[in-house]
């Protein structure tokens, strides 16, 4: 019985056979008659006993080594059939179909190492040549120089193309070149016909290989013995250009390489990114920022770092397994649950605006009008942020904070350390930012170490870590030394949180905490107007405002500007009522949300909402009716029987 594998490779080695040697005119035949196996007979025996006539020629020719230069009164040159057929029988089927369109492309494939022999990659090329007297030989010559002489002579075009993807200039050769994203099936099918015929290709597809063998090489030098020098002088080449080329080049132009060279020779490879409508499939495409994907993936598989192997598996996952997401994908950064499941994910993000590069906890801080806060501003600075469980809670306080001290209102930012200074005799208090983060001056663990070394003569460097109580065991040698604050989340919020500083096991009485945080997110009366939240952001930012009173204001005010988002308040018995019940009849538990884009689905609306209390990253799908009456419902019971529902775009882009 033949193997399973036996159709492409007989393809491969007898079709193609003869498309190469039409191709390539410069060939010639062998002159010694070889017996070959018969068709019936194992490839694998076939394969073997090339192997072994190969090694033979190879040897024999190698004999007779040459220098271009040194072979005078040269009439014909070109490869000997026995290479051409082992490139035939080793390269990759998908490079062999581009091959055949023209000797040209063959070369230029040549050239960019994507063709192999039984000797894996192509150094040295064996060729037979014809001398004005007509003399017959066959030598070996360098791939380098084999090219240099046969663009000279039959592809005078492809030296100039070589230039253009030099080192030097593949940057900006790429910058020129259009990667078209399909639409459709058919629109994929025309663009990679027009790749195949693009004689840009092989040059193109030399770099996701030459990407792929340094992340093999990689793999091989960890595990090479340091004696062998020439083996991890060979992998570290393989490495450092694998990383000239991803410095060099840009991830989406990298991913699209990567998906195109994949699928050159099969339709339905390339366009399955690009005929995909989730937003998982379109993050690996490259169409998609990561970030729509990374955090989430991060935090189903506990993760700080993510290979790209493990975000196309994340991927795959929220894909093939829409349930996945109802509970996974936020491990580690507390928020409201269960979530939407990943079809609904997916569907929201294609049409978000908001800006979220980073990865908050709501469920670690009682506050919800901060967390809202912290993502406007997080959209409006476009900032990115490696979030953890450890830094998210600093880094919400830390937007808040700064949001004040930059409107020039510390006092509104109550939160205060205070101590005992005997230099002044008196009373010192300085603000602090509750969590831990280490490059932040003001984070609560740096203000707690600059007052020890003030008042106890501490190392300037010392570190003071914020950290659960069930988490300190004085038992434990990491503990026995060194500076700690310790907290009972149990009796944690963020308007009373009592903690115990420690430094070497010895507690430390001498500082205290003092402050609650105390602000309305819409001014609650005209006297506080000036410091709502609402209208400090818009002063600092420069934001104009949009009152948003029905379903039209808010569509016209999305589709205005990609940039712009709607921010609100509602009765969250009203936004989300599967979530939560309503007892009482007026019952109304405020709830800041934001709305950045909508979905339209037969004759519904839904919009596209965070909760202030999800995951950030896990938007929910709300109808416009209950977003309306959560609000309508919270406009009853506010003291200034407020619409609190705004529009807000930053002035510096104008409107349009």
Same mark, same amino acid.
């Given at each position: 019985m033949w193997p399973l594998y036996w159709p492409s490779q007989f393809y491969k080695s007898s079709i193609l056979l003869i498309v190469f040697l039409v191709c390539l005119n410069n060939v010639y035949a062998n002159s010694s008659s070889t017996k070959h196996p018969g068709i019936i007979e194992s490839l694998e025996v076939l394969l073997d006993l090339h192997k072994k006539q190969f090694k033979l020629l190879a040897s024999k020719v190698r004999r007779n080594p040459k220098v271009l230069s040194s072979i005078s009164n040269i009439k014909e040159l070109g490869l000997h059939p026995f290479f051409v057929r082992s490139i035939i029988f080793h390269s990759d089927e998908k490079y062999l179909r581009l091959a055949g369109q023209n000797k040209c492309i063959f070369y230029s494939l040549l050239e960019n190492d994507l063709l192999k022999t039984a000797e894996g990659r192509i150094k040295n090329v064996i060729v037979n040549f014809t001398t004005t007297d007509n003399k017959k030989e066959s030598a070996i010559l360098t791939k380098n120089d084999f090219i240099?002489?046969?663009?000279?002579?039959?592809?005078?075009?492809?030296?100039?193309?070589?230039?253009?993807?030099?080192?030097?200039?593949?940057?900006?050769?790429?910058?020129?070149?259009?990667?078209?994203?399909?639409?459709?099936?058919?629109?994929?099918?025309?663009?990679?016909?027009?790749?195949?015929?693009?004689?840009?290709?092989?040059?193109?597809?030399?770099?996701?290989?030459?990407?792929?063998?340094?992340?093999?090489?990689?793999?091989?030098?960890?595990?090479?013995?340091?004696? =062998?020098?020439?083996?991890?002088?060979?992998?570290?080449?393989?490495?450092?250009?694998?990383?000239?080329?991803?410095?060099?080049?840009?991830?989406?132009?990298?991913?699209?390489?990567?998906?195109?060279?994949?699928?050159?020779?099969?339709?339905?490879?390339?366009?399955?990114? !690009?005929?995909?409508?989730?937003?998982?499939?379109?993050?690996?495409?490259?169409?998609?920022?990561?970030?729509?994907?990374?955090?989430?993936?991060?935090?189903?598989?506990?993760?700080?770092?993510?290979?790209?192997?493990?975000?196309?598996?994340?991927?795959?996952?929220?894909?093939?397994?829409?349930?996945?997401?109802?509970?996974?994908?936020?491990?580690?950064?507390?928020?409201?649950?269960?979530?939407? *499941?990943?079809?609904?994910?997916?569907?929201?993000?294609?049409?978000?605006?908001?800006?979220?590069? !980073?990865?908050?906890?709501?469920?670690?801080?009682?506050?919800?009008?901060?967390?809202?806060?912290?993502?406007?501003?997080?959209?409006?600075?476009?900032?990115?942020?490696?979030?953890? =469980?450890?830094?998210?809670? *600093?880094?919400?306080?830390?937007?808040?904070?700064?949001?004040?001290?930059?409107?020039?209102?510390?006092?509104?930012?109550?939160?205060?350390?205070? !101590?005992?200074?005997?230099?002044?005799?008196?009373?010192?208090?300085?603000? !602090?930012?509750?969590?831990?983060?280490?490059?932040?001056?003001? =984070?609560?663990?740096?203000?707690?170490?600059?007052?020890?070394?003030?008042?106890?003569?501490?190392?300037? *460097?010392l570190k003071c870590r914020v950290i659960d109580q069930k988490k300190f065991n004085p038992n434990f040698l990491e503990f026995k030394s060194g500076c700690y604050i310790i907290y009972d989340p149990n009796q944690c919020t963020v308007q009373f949180c009592p903690k115990k500083i420690v430094h070497n096991l010895k507690e430390i009485k001498d500082i205290k905490y003092v402050g609650k945080p105390e602000y309305d997110y819409f001014a609650t009366s005209f006297k506080r107007e000036k410091f709502s939240l609402s209208n400090i952001i818009k002063e600092v930012f420069k934001l104009k405002e949009s009152k948003i009173r029905n379903f039209t204001d808010l569509i016209y005010f999305l589709d205005r500007k990609p940039s712009n988002i709607v921010h609100g308040i509602g009765c969250a018995e009203d936004l989300a009522p599967a979530n939560f019940k309503k007892i009482g009849l007026n019952q109304c538990s405020p709830l800041p949300f934001i709305i950045d884009g909508y979905i339209k689905e037969g004759g519904q609306v839904r919009m596209v909402t965070r909760l202030a209390v999800d995951d950030v990253h896990s938007p929910k799908l709300i109808p416009w009716n209950f977003i309306f009456n959560s609000i309508a419902s919270y406009k009853v019971l506010h003291p200034l029987d407020t619409w609190t529902l705004f529009g807000i775009q930053e002035s510096s882009g104008g409107s349009n």
């Open positions: 240099s002489q046969v663009y000279k002579k039959e592809c005078p075009t492809k030296k100039e193309t070589s230039l253009l993807f030099s080192d030097e200039n593949i940057n900006s050769t790429l910058k020129k070149i259009d990667f078209p994203t399909p639409e459709n099936k058919k629109d994929c099918e025309t663009i990679l016909e027009d790749w195949q015929r693009n004689p840009f290709t092989p040059y193109l597809c030399r770099v996701p290989e030459h990407i792929q063998l340094g992340n093999i090489a990689r793999k091989k030098l960890e595990r090479t013995d340091n004696s =062998a020098f020439s083996k991890r002088r060979f992998f570290v080449e393989l490495i450092r250009r694998s990383e000239f080329l991803k410095k060099k080049i840009p991830y989406f132009e990298r991913s699209y390489l990567n998906n195109l060279c994949y699928g050159l020779s099969n339709s339905e490879k390339f366009c399955r990114p !690009y005929v995909s409508d989730d937003v998982w499939s379109k993050v690996i495409s490259g169409e998609f920022p990561n970030y729509f994907l990374e955090p989430k993936c991060k935090a189903a598989l506990g993760k700080s770092t993510l290979t790209k192997t493990q975000l196309k598996s994340c991927a795959s996952k929220f894909k093939s397994e829409p349930k996945y997401c109802v509970s996974k994908g936020k491990s580690g950064l507390r928020s409201f649950s269960p979530s939407p *499941n990943c079809d609904d994910i997916s569907d929201a993000l294609m049409v978000s605006q908001l800006e979220t590069n !980073y990865h908050d906890c709501p469920g670690y801080l009682d506050n919800e009008g901060m967390i809202n806060i912290h993502r406007i501003i997080s959209h409006l600075d476009g900032t990115k942020l490696n979030s953890s =469980a450890k830094t998210c809670v *600093n880094e919400v306080n830390n937007s808040f904070a700064n949001l004040l001290f930059d409107y020039d209102y510390e006092e509104g930012w109550p939160l205060k350390l205070c !101590y005992n200074d005997k230099i002044e005799d008196k009373e010192k208090c300085e603000p !602090y930012i509750p969590g831990n983060n280490e490059n932040d001056k003001l =984070a609560e663990g740096s203000v707690i170490s600059q007052i020890l070394h003030k008042t106890r003569g501490l190392p300037s *460097n």
